[in-house]
């Protein structure tokens, strides 16, 4: 992944770093471990730039709805969940999406009601904006369910439909739904060895709002932390991070406290993606936004923050714009997450400006069929990953997990090929390159976290995190993607996943 010298037929590792390249005529110096790769491929570890580390993990052990194809499957599944829930325990799951229902029809409490009884249920929607609670669960909030910049469905008679979106959503959820810190580390350890078995060797985690720095800390110091965390904070901190003079990149090579999150508008699924023509949600403005990224840069934070929709996506650009003589001065790297519908005039702005598209190449192929529905006419400068890349931006690729996978493999083909199953690529002419899906997945996330001079390469001094797959993704058909394997992964000289020898 280096451009002067891209590829070696072999590499030394001293410690937890990389001692040496080897070209085509030369062998490996003698060292103490020799590992013969057998004709497989050794990559730069892999990085999943945009992950709820702790939800998806915690997400492992929830009643999974992603795949229902209707109300009555969703009912189903959550019915044969409800034995398993211990007395005075809620119920917890993720992944519905109205929208993929047919006949189409909306969520209710009382569909909920007849399959859960009193046992308080909640189901986090797909994209994580919306909720859905039976009477069990909506009775805990006693009637408090209206926040600013929160939804909530009223049916005809006034009364909630069960149903809250945006802020109402997360300030249910944290109140009455959070797991506790022993429930998080449980799952989070399961969920580093998954991550590392799919060559996962860095995060940049966004559950800093949910206590995530702590959880890592737990599983650092019992030695556990396998993989590199750049984490973010809640903006609302940043006048606390100033005051006390805490800069972004406190911590160590395995964890830091990097950057500031925050979220200019909802999504696509729930409709509350904030769009050029008027509809949608405002979560941040513009001007507060300017206000956020001004703070964050007196304090020495960069910002990343949340637009979906194109206007969203237009006033996220805007702020960082009006701000670039507080922020780039600095060295500050900030980001635009998801930045999933652009107006054409807006996507050379990203490049112009040093704004880092950070994306989800999985979203494209998972979400064309609600993108053709909701963005009817717009598509074709929807997850236009192309043209970002081709207008100079840099491109950063991750999971969004527990929304995709936590599995950066799929991610790059789903950035390559642009359909997850049988049908034709969807909207091709923004497809990338396997490199640039790699460079995606490896470079920028690294480039972001400003590990530039330390990982994402393997030359010498940069550090030994690398994966090793059964193949070359560059030396394959594209087609041939999907059979791409994980064989082993290593961070900082270790293996953390399935250590040699391999046959
Ligand atoms: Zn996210």
Redesign the pocket.
Known sequence: MDASIPVARAVAIAGDRVAGGVGTHETALATPDRVDLGGRCVLPGLNDA?V?FPSWALAQREVRLEDTASLDETLQRVASAVGSVEPGHWLRGRGWRSGDWSPAVEPTRQALDAVTGDTPTALTARD?HSLWLNSAALARADGNLQVEGGVVELDDRGEPTGVLREESAWHFRDLYLLGTDDEFVDAMRAGLRIAASRGVTAVHD?DGWLGAPRFWQRIAEEGGLSLRVWQSLPHDFVGWLEEIGLRSGLGDDRLRIGYLKAFMDGTLGSETARMLDGSGVEITSREHLVEIIRAGARAGWPVAV?AIGDLANREALDAFEETRDAWAPLGLRPRI?HAQLLAEEDIPRFGELGVTASVQFSHAPSDRDIADRNWAGMTDRAYAYRSLLDSGAVVANGS?AP?EELDPLAGIRAGVLRTLDEREAWHPEQSVTVEEALEATILAPAWLSRDERTRGKLIPGYLADLVVLDRDPLAIHPEELPEVEVVATMVGGRWTHNPPPWD
Request: aromatic content about 12%; charged content about 40%.
């Open positions: 945009h709820h994580y966004k949340h997450e969004d929304i």
